[in-house]
T-cell receptor, first 118, second 112 residues
Framework: EAGVVQSPRYKIIEKKQPVAFWCNPI?????LYWYLQNLGQGPELLIR????????DSQLPKDRFSAERLKGVDSTLKIQPAELGDSAVYLC????????????????FGPGTRLTVT | DAKTTQPNSMESNEEEPVHLPCNHS???????IHWYRQLPSQGPEYVIH???SNVNNRMASLAIAEDRKSSTLILHRATLRDAAVYYC?????????????FGTGTRLKVLA
């Protein structure tokens, strides 16, 4: 079974440029997560989707970040414009659900996209 | 939000057992204890989780204190491949949904 797929794996852009990250979750997983991981820190949740609905985006900086999950499957995270402080690894994860007993189960993470803003 | 406290780093010799501690003194009755690990240049991967009883799987064992204020991840025979950052996480339960709150984890170094 294929795991969570993310692309690109690495991205280098100049500040003020836009950038987009793509994620394909595990088939059948209703819940999709985007995390931000700074160097030496644990991942921090940016947004969580249940199917196509963003049910928790409280940590997403909405002035420059946006996300969408088309038809409840693939998802795209966009930054426009990028700032130097956005340099980090962006992780996508998926799970069967995030509610009830099914939500207790594991999340499956992709390899991440390492963004460098110069 | 309930938080966890872990040592920043630990070392172990190859093929010896490793006990990775985690303190979570403010844990609530419905918080599950999860462990993930992150190998270099990879996303985190699930290791094990539990609520009250000790748990075993093919990767590790989880020992949970009777008062649930601490837990220990046990790797029975460390290998070089087990060198990673290990995260102890409580599943936050606001409004009936679950959210991970990662800390900084324990960096495990395995010596050959």
């Amino acid at each position: 079974e294929a795991g969570v797929v993310q692309s690109p794996r690495y991205k280098i852009i100049e500040k003020k440029q836009p950038v987009a990250f793509w994620c394909n979750p595990i088939s059948g997983h209703n819940t999709l997560y985007w995390y931000l991981q700074n160097l030496g820190q644990g991942p921090e949740l940016l947004i969580r989707y249940e199917n196509e609905e963003a049910v928790d985006d409280s940590q997403l900086p909405k002035d420059r970040f946006s996300a969408e999950r088309l038809k409840g499957v693939d998802s795209t995270l966009k930054i426009q414009p990028a700032e130097l402080g956005d340099s980090a690894v962006y992780l996508c994860a998926s799970s069967l659900s995030s509610t009830g007993l099914a939500g207790v189960g594991e999340q499956y993470f992709g390899p991440g996209t390492r963004l460098t803003v110069t | 939000d309930a938080k966890t406290t872990q040592p920043n780093s630990m070392e172990s010799n190859e093929e010896e057992p490793v006990h990775l501690p985690c303190n979570h003194s403010t844990i609530s009755g419905t918080d599950y204890i999860h462990w993930y690990r992150q190998l270099p240049s990879q996303g985190p991967e699930y290791v094990i989780h539990g609520l009250t009883s000790n748990v075993n799987n093919r990767m590790a064992s989880l020992a949970i204190a009777e008062d649930r204020k601490s837990s220990t991840l046990i790797l029975h025979r460390a290998t070089l491949r087990d060198a990673a950052v290990y995260y102890c996480i409580l599943r936050d339960l606001p409004s009936g949904t679950y959210k991970y709150i990662f800390g900084t984890g324990t960096r495990l170094k395995v010596l050959a």
